[in-house]
C-alpha cells in the first residue's frame, strides 16, 4: 500500500463539531470524482450523493421528527440535528435488478464511495461525521430527499470545517490481529 494512502487512512477521524465553512458544489464533485473509483462489479455506478446546504438541513429535521412521530421538546431536538453541521452529503444506493449483481453488493458499493468520500473530505481539511438512524429509510424520510424506486438512503455525511485544535488522536488504533484469519 502506497504510504500516502495508508497514513490519509490512519489519520482520519470523525469530527463531531465542526464550523459553518464547507466545501462548494465544485469542490465536492472533485472528491466525488476521486471517490467514485471504489470497487464496482459491473460498472453500474449504484449510487448518488445529494448535497443539504440550508433549509433542506431543516425539512430534513422535520422529516426525521415526523418519522420518529415526535413533537414538542422531542422533535425540536431531533429536528436540530442534521443543522450540526452546514452541509450533509446523503448518500443513496441506486439499486436495481442485475443478473450478476445482487443488490447487497449495490448497496456495498455505495457504501465504498461512502466511506471514500469521508477519506478524501477528510484529507482535504475537512470536519466528517458519518450518521445514520433508526429513520433513515423512513418513507417521509425518503421523500423529503426525493428518492425514487430502487433508491434506498443508507446515511449522511455531516461536512464542516475542522475547529482550531479540534484534532485528535481519541480514535484507538485497530487491533488488526484480532480481526483476521488466513486459510491455507
Known amino acids: 500500500m502506497a504510504a500516502p494512502v495508508r497514513d490519509a487512512m490512519l489519520a482520519r477521524r ?11 458544489d465544485d469542490q465536492l464533485l472533485e472528491l466525488l470524482e476521486a471517490a467514485g473509483r ?12 445529494v448535497a443539504l446546504r440550508g433549509d433542506a438541513r431543516a425539512r430534513l429535521g422535520t ?6 412521530g415526535f413533537s414538542g421538546e422531542q422533535g425540536a431536538r431531533l429536528s436540530g440535528k442534521p443543522l450540526r453541521a ?8 441506486v439499486t436495481r435488478p442485475h443478473h450478476k449483481v445482487a443488490v447487497w453488493e449495490q448497496e456495498a458499493v455505495a457504501a465504498g464511495v461512502a466511506h471514500q468520500l469521508s477519506l478524501v473530505l477528510d484529507e482535504a481539511g475537512w470536519g466528517v461525521m458519518w450518521r445514520t438512524g433508526p429513520h433513515t429509510r423512513h418513507p417521509l424520510v425518503a421523500e423529503m430527499h426525493g428518492l425514487a424506486e430502487g433508491e434506498r438512503l443508507l446515511g449522511w455525511l455531516y461536512v464542516g470545517g475542522v475547529p482550531a485544535g479540534a484534532r485528535s488522536d481519541r480514535t484507538p488504533g485497530v487491533d488488526a ?7 491455507g
Open 177 to 183: 490481529a484480532s480481526r483476521f484469519s488466513s486459510l
Open 38 to 49: 471504489v470497487a464496482d462489479h459491473g460498472a453500474l455506478r449504484p449510487w448518488r450523493v
Open 14 to 24: 470523525s469530527a463531531p463539531k465542526v464550523t459553518d465553512a464547507a466545501p462548494d
Open 86 to 93: 452546514p452541509l450533509l452529503l446523503a448518500i443513496v444506493a
Open 63 to 68: 422529516a426525521l421528527a415526523g418519522a420518529a
